[in-house]
Each structure stands twice: as C-alpha cells, then as structure tokens.
C-alpha cells in the first residue's frame, strides 16, 4: 500500500476521536441492555423455571414494542415534559425518563418469580421493552442532530459499540452471575436469576448519568403549535406539526421513491433478525454448554460485531453508504449457510467460532451500513418522528415471522431454516441496488445537519 494511501486511512480512522462521536458509547451501551433482558436472555431464565417452549416464543412478540414505535414518536419528537423539558431539554427529558423507567421495571422483575407470577413478569417486560423503544427514538433523535452526516457512519460505529458491549453484559453476564450465584447446579433458582437481573437494573445508572451530563443538541425547532394546544384548533395544529408532517414531508421529498426505500428498510435486516430467534434452541440442541454459548457466541460473538461495525464505520466514510449497505445485505445472507454446514457437524467447538466469526462481523458491517442510511433520509426537524418510522418498519416483518421460527425447525429441521433464512436475503440485493439509483439531488431539498 503506498504512504498516501496508509496517511489516508489513518485520516479517516480519526473520526472516532470527535467528541460527539465518542460519547456515543455510553448512549450505546443504555440503548443496548434493555433489549436482551427481555427477550434472549429472559428466555433461558423461562425455561429453566419450566415454562413451556410455545409460551417462550408467543413471549417473543414483546419486542415487537419496537416495531410499533413509531405510534408514539411524534410524541418524544414534539411533545414537552412537565419539569423535565425545561431543565434537560427536548431529547435529553425523554432519555431521563425512559431511562428511569426501565430501571424500575427491570427492579421488578428482578423481585418476580415467573414459576409462580408469570403474568406479572410479562408485565414487566412489556415495561422494559415500551420504556426501551420510547429511550430509542429520542437517542436516534439526539444521534442524527448532534453532527453532519459525514459523521454518521462513525455515530453508528460507536453506538454499536456500546450497545454490543451492553449486550455482552446482558447475555453472558447475566449467565455468569445467575450461574456463580446458583448453589443447586442443575436445579432451578430463582434467587440467581433475580439477583442477576438486580444488577443489570443498577447498570442502568450508566445511561441515566450520561444523560445528565451531555448537552443537548443546539437544533432550533418551531414548537409553537405544541404551545397553543390547549383549545381544538391548538390541538388540530399540534398533530399537525408533529404527526403529519414529518411522514408527509418523507413523502414529498422522496416521492415514488417513498415505497422503494420502506421495502428496502422493511427487509434489510430479515436474515438476521429471522434466525436469530432459534440460535440459543439451536446451541442447546447441538449440545453446547452455557459457558461455551456465552463465551462464544455472547462475548467473542459481540466483539466480532463491535469489530464489523468499526469497519463498517470506515468503509461508509472510503466507498460511500450503498456500496457498504450492499456488502453488508450479502455478507449477511451468505454467513447464515454456515449455520447449515455447523448444524451437520452437532457439537464442534471450532466450528462454532468459525460460523460466529463470519456472522457477526458482517452483521456489525450490515448494521453500520444500515444506520448510516436511515440516518441519511431523515430530516432534521423531523428526525426522531422519521427515524422511529424507519426502524419501525426494519423490526415489524421480521420481528413476526420469527416467532413462527420454533415450528418451521420442528417441521422441517435446522438446516432447512437457516437456508431459508439466507434466502429470505436474496431480495434485499436487488432493493439495495434499486435505492442505489435513486437520484436524490432531484429529491426535495434537506438543510444540511448542523455539526457542533
């Protein structure tokens, strides 16, 4: 490689040292343990207190709280709150709270037993997962607004850091904890898995105290609506500005095109998000331990992912979003074929770090690639409304279709699932190379993002 070319790389790797880009790791970090404390992870701690498989999977859906946040956006985008708006301002009131909220639902859950209190368990959850998509929409908000879009694929490489690095802690360390905890090895304990669950609610003072450390984003936005919504006609101009103007505006400036970008979104992540739902039945199954699951697949696994999102970052910044969005949809699609080739090896150690490897960085590279671009298509006034929408739309299809996962690998086995999965990519290749045409200087026009 010549030295301009080497000076050039080094270039852009210090876009990592911006002082926004950089305090996105701890915003990653509370964005990313709520999530698998719900849903992954609260699974293990289910089955071992005996609840049924089918009642594991319809207990799934709670994640579809993600899917459906865009219901409430316009809420966290315009509405202001009580106290809070007035002394952290608009993103960082709605972080407060969410974030307040799902250490106490975590709280409780960590004082539940679900053997003998399942329903106020999933109560719980419901909680964690409405209070963690609510935290999401305003960290997205708060993301896009706090630089330029040339800085966006390093915002997602680092939140993405944080988040891998919180899922760590999520998944194997709750396994670790509730395992070192348990003094009946191979008898349930609830004990453990509360404790466990004890911890990762004070875990929570982390997004909780960034939140009241950071500034606020210094993006002017005209609320005056919101003002005067004390009569109808108040109200009528309040959803008005909040509600229809942010997905009319997505309409207007992108026209036709509108469609083709929300197939692309509502499918880009289907690979992944469709088989992940079976890995943990699938590890179990193939006979790997819990400390091998853990350090394999939730600590290395993660840091591989950590790792892809880095690249991701630099590729983005060197080839441009479609390029790097398009290698992320076939290296996504093409690693869940190692799962078919693990699952005709049963129990193989090696071969597990192998397939995880694979999987995981080019998901880190996907979700880089893919952050950039919906960050890319939002504007400014709108972003929180317009973001939720497009990662509504990422989760919804999906989300669904995995929890019919558990009966398709009854009925036709793992190795049938995982290529169907990676076929279910397919698709998403054309898509990508579809949006990649659009021209979007013909598209109306966006003030450029503020960088502070």
Request: charged share 10%; glycine share 8%.
């Amino acid at each position: 490689m010549k030295p301009g070319a080497c000076v050039s790389w080094l270039h852009a790797l210090r876009i990592y040292l911006h002082p926004r880009v950089a305090g996105m790791l701890l915003l990653g970090f509370s964005a990313g343990l709520p999530m698998l404390l719900v849903l992954g992870t609260l699974s293990f701690w289910l089955r071992e207190a005996g609840i049924d498989r089918a009642t594991i999977g319809h207990l799934s859906w709670v994640g579809l709280a993600y899917g459906f946040k865009w219901v409430w956006s316009p809420l966290v985008d315009r509405m202001p709150l009580p106290l809070l708006t007035r002394w952290l301002g608009r993103r960082r009131a709605w972080l407060f709270l969410s974030q307040l909220l799902i250490g106490i639902a975590l709280i409780g859950i960590a004082n539940t037993d679900p053997a003998e209190h399942l329903s106020n368990l999933v109560i719980f959850a419901l909680i964690v997962a409405f209070a963690s998509a609510t935290q999401d929409i305003a960290l997205d908000a708060y993301r896009i607004e706090a630089v330029a879009l040339r800085l966006q694929g390093a915002m997602a490489a680092t939140y993405q850091a944080g988040y891998r690095l919180a899922m760590i802690l999520a998944s194997a360390g709750v396994l670790w904890i509730a395992a070192a905890l348990d003094t009946s090895p191979g008898e349930y304990s609830a004990f453990s898995w509360q404790m466990a669950y004890g911890f990762m609610a004070g875990c929570m003072l982390i997004g909780i105290i960034t939140t009241l450390l950071i500034r606020e984003p210094e993006v002017l936005v005209d609320q005056s609506p919101s003002a005067s919504a004390n009569d109808a006609s108040g109200l009528l101009a309040w959803l008005q500005s909040a509600v229809v103007a942010p997905f009319r505006d997505f309409i207007v400036r992108y026209g036709y095109h509108a469609l083709l970008i929300l197939a692309l979104i509502a499918v880009y992540r289907i690979s992944d998000v469709v088989m992940g739902i079976m890995s943990n039945p699938f590890y179990v199954d193939m006979g790997y331990t819990k400390d091998e699951v853990a350090t394999i697949s939730k600590v290395y696994g993660v840091i591989m992912t950590i790792l892809g999102a880095a690249i991701g970052g630099v590729l983005i910044a060197r080839m441009g979003v479609i390029r790097t969005l398009f290698l992320g949809a076939v290296l996504s699609a093409a690693t869940n074929l190692l799962f078919v080739w693990l699952a005709g090896r049963g129990h193989d150690v090696n071969g597990l770090i192998f397939t995880i490897s694979a999987d995981n960085l080019s998901a880190g590279i996907a979700s880089s690639a893919f952050v950039a671009y919906l960050s890319g298509l939002t504007h400014a006034a709108y972003s929180a409304t317009q973001y939720a929408l497009f990662s509504s739309v990422m989760l919804l299809l999906p989300k669904f279709i995995a929890g019919f996962s558990g009966e398709f690998v009854d009925a036709y086995g793992y190795e049938l699932f995982f290529t169907g999965t990676a076929l279910l990519g397919m698709p998403v290749l054309v898509l990508v190379w579809k949006a990649g045409r659009i021209d979007f200087a013909k598209t109306a026009e966006e003030p450029e993002k503020t960088s502070h």
